[in-house]
């Protein structure tokens, strides 16, 4: 496997996929929650431009990428709107000290 | 030639809902007593039924497909976006109406019923949506506005818990359904639904780059349709939501969910049986787990949640029979179970959401009812306790009610063509059936049996424009359950076009 441009753009789409799913594991603080979901989100994206590319209509691949960027934005506005009212209501960020839903 | 009418089905709504946020924010503004937001959502719901009469209209004559293209987005009508139209139109009217007293006073009431609006438009259009993009740009958008209307209560930390966990496991899902996207751009260069199916069915390479989509498709759209290992948001989101988004969630968006993941399925071809075998797998989890986590639950709308679980799981079996014998008659079970699921969870949680207003919200007691809360409910709350216990006995599968007559057509299509393990599965189905009877009775059993609680006798009266939803439906339940083939017009329909959709 040669380190063709397409080949490494794969590479950092499996990359940042590794990196989002790690993140997920690891993380309890609910703005790097936010930002690990942004990871995931990036990396679908490049999977879709690169998607376009090797099908021959990157026109496509492109132009559904950037729908992705507007939509993904948004629920990332939305997160972070939630995660100040938390930190308002609940006085932590912590998912485990906040948790009180179960069953 | 007529002008092709759906798209205003999806119009209406969508374009409705900004000027119902204005009119509610001056309304709020002025202190009006009159809920100005609430009325003109009601009549541009209104409007869209019209719309819906003379689009399936249209439809029924053409017996066809109904296209339509503008720019970049394609829509198709055909029956199963008809039949969720219906269920949408149907379910969120009634939340509208009973919203009314419900959220009056709280903060952001004049966003609610814009939201409400935005994704019913939202979900109509999912239905309709023919390319692959646009489909997911539809769910997308049907999850952004549920999780705020989730976490509506901003103040109580319980709901913004909720919706945060909705949120997160949303988000990975959609991100899961992306990469299954990209992959098939990848094979066939095209998004466009029809094109797709049309090169997966004749192409035999890349088998595998295939079935890894299906399985994206399936664990991304499944977070949203509470599939069983996927489902931990669900009873936390139902539980938490104003009462009128949970009968929404529960009995509209999970299915558009399914709707959503059946669309992008059927495009891959070539593995329908393997499809059917998987949906059938998932939907017996769904049952028996669903019905035994409602078994343990004390808080009623925890209850109900769960038990959203074991009829979503009624109705994938439904769905995978139909794609393993190829016979129309599960998916129309499946279909009609939809609809109906849609009737009695509504109208379960809006009959405890009437109760929770009058017993606590109304007394300023911001918790969740609890079973033992309704003792003796009946005596002071006829009406309440009467449509609550039809909405339950039905769900439970009792003969006369609607909930009877579409899971007797999905265990017989189970017996059809003699396959054992598809009989196995119909008797297995049959069996949780019973096994629910023995969370709902004792509900009823305590609504009408048992001595009235402090609660009850401290409760408030139920307000008028929440009591025409309970009636309405309750009558609905009983009504179909008399004369099940009312519904054939759309369930048939719903089921030829699964079908049309797989290939068969």
């Not at chain 2, 192409?203 to 499944?222: D, M, P």
């Not at chain 2, 343990?296 to 209850?303: A, E, F, G, V």
Request: charged share 10%.
């Amino acid at each position: 496997m040669t380190l063709t441009i397409l080949n490494a753009v794969l590479f950092s789409v499996v990359l940042l996929l590794a990196v989002g799913f790690y993140g997920l594991l690891i993380t309890r603080n609910l703005i790097k929650i936010v930002v690990v979901l942004q990871t995931l989100v990036k990396a679908a994206i490049m999977a879709l431009v690169l998607a376009g590319n090797t099908s021959g209509n990157p026109g496509l691949g492109q132009s559904a990428a950037a729908t992705v960027l507007v939509a993904d934005t948004v629920v990332a506005v939305v997160a972070l709107a939630l995660a100040v009212q938390v930190r308002r209501r609940a006085g932590t960020l912590d998912i485990a000290r906040i948790s009180t839903l179960r069953g | 030639m007529n002008p092709t009418l759906f798209p205003w089905m999806i119009a209406v709504p969508l374009g409705v809902s900004p000027l119902v946020y204005l009119v509610g924010r001056l309304g709020v503004g002025l202190n009006f007593r009159f809920r100005f937001a609430q009325a003109l959502a009601l009549l541009a719901l209104l409007a869209t039924w019209a719309v819906f009469a003379l689009s399936l209209g249209q439809f029924t004559a053409q017996k066809a497909i109904l296209p339509f293209g503008l720019e970049m987005i394609w829509l198709t009508a055909d029956g199963l976006s008809f039949l969720l139209a219906a269920m949408v139109l149907g379910l969120g009217t009634f939340a509208v109406l009973f919203s009314g007293p419900y959220i009056a006073g709280e903060i952001g009431e004049e966003k609610y019923y814009a939201m409400l609006l935005a994704i019913m438009g939202i979900m109509i259009g999912l239905g309709c949506a023919n390319d692959l993009f646009n489909l997911w740009v539809w769910f997308e958008a049907m999850a952004v506005s549920s999780y705020l209307l989730v976490a509506f209560y901003r103040e109580r930390s319980a709901s913004l818990e909720a919706g945060m966990k909705y949120l997160v496991q949303s988000a990975i899902g959609s991100v899961l359904v992306l990469l299954g996207i990209s992959l098939v751009l990848g094979q066939f260069g095209t998004l466009d639904m029809d094109k797709i199916r049309a090169l997966a069915a004749t192409s035999a390479a890349g088998g595998l780059g295939l079935a890894l989509a299906g399985a994206l498709f399936i664990i991304g759209f499944g977070v949203k349709v509470a599939f069983v290992p996927l489902h931990t948001w669900l009873p936390d989101a139902h539980s938490q939501a104003p009462s009128g988004i949970s009968a929404m969630l529960s009995g509209v968006v999970i299915e558009a969910g399914l709707v959503a993941m059946l669309r992008a399925l059927s495009t891959l071809g070539g593995f329908s049986i393997s499809w059917g075998v998987l949906l059938l797998v998932f939907g017996a989890l769904n049952m028996f787990f669903g019905n035994f986590m409602a078994l343990r639950q004390t808080q009623i709308k925890r209850m109900l949640a769960y038990s959203s679980l074991s009829h979503i799981g009624y109705i994938l079996i439904g769905l995978g029979i139909t794609l393993f014998n190829g016979e129309p008659a599960g998916a129309q079970g499946a279909a009609f179970h939809l609809f109906n699921h849609m009737l009695m969870k509504g109208l379960a949680f809006f009959a405890v959401g009437a109760l929770m207003f009058a017993l606590l919200d109304k007394n300023g007691i911001h918790r969740p009812l609890e079973i033992g809360d309704l003792a003796g409910a009946a005596r002071k709350y006829p009406l309440a306790a009467l449509t609550l216990s039809i909405a339950l006995l039905a769900l439970g599968g009792l003969p006369p009610l609607a909930g009877f007559m579409s899971k007797w057509q999905i265990f017989v299509a189970g017996f059809q063509g003699s396959n054992a393990w598809l009989m196995g599965l119909a008797i297995f189905a049959a069996f949780n059936s019973v096994l629910s009877l023995a969370y709902y009775a004792p509900l009823v059993n305590m609504l009408y049996r048992r001595k009235v609680s402090v609660v009850v006798e401290q409760g408030a009266s139920i307000p008028v424009s929440m009591s025409i939803p309970l009636v309405a439906l309750a009558a609905a339940i009983v009504a179909i359950g008399l004369w099940p083939a009312l519904m054939n017009g759309l369930t048939e329909p719903a089921a030829l076009a699964f079908l049309g959709m797989f290939g068969k």
